[in-house]
Nanobody
Framework: QVQLMESGGGLVQPGGSLKLSCAAS????????MGWYRQAPGRQRELVAT???????KYADSVKGRFTISRGNAANTLYLQMNSLKPEDTAVYYC????????????WGQGTQVTVSS
């Protein structure tokens, strides 16, 4: 069983920065896409940013120009650099890795809380 572990969340003032990290408990083969999603209270989980195995990235319009998704040198590590944070960025942020090795898989972390408040 693969576990994804997020870290780096916390409380930050508006305009501040945070960097989220995601690591897998073991190597995952066949990853096609890794991503960050978030869920604010009372709202559905939404895509923040994704990166494919080929390096193509996609961002939600609300975070374009402020957030940057990247992969680490270690296998199955993922980062999200968040700058110019706004109160509306407050949410639980989840790491996701999906792909296929014979059968498809879709792994999620437990989430890390990001709170943007003065």
């Amino acid at each position: 069983q693969v576990q994804l572990m997020e870290s780096g969340g916390g409380l930050v003032q508006p305009g501040g920065s945070l960097k989220l990290s995601c690591a897998a408990s073991r190597n995952i083969f066949g990853v096609a896409e890794m991503g960050w999603y978030r869920q604010a209270p009372g709202r559905q989980r939404e895509l923040v940013a994704t990166i494919t195995s080929g390096g193509s990235t996609k961002y939600a319009d609300s975070v374009k120009g402020r957030f940057t998704i990247s992969r680490g040198n270690a296998a199955n590590t993922l980062y999200l650099q968040m700058n110019s944070l706004k109160p509306e960025d407050t949410a639980v942020y989840y790491c996701n890795q999906r792909g296929r090795v014979v059968i498809a898989y879709d792994y999620w972390g437990q989430g890390t809380q990001v709170t943007v408040s003065s």
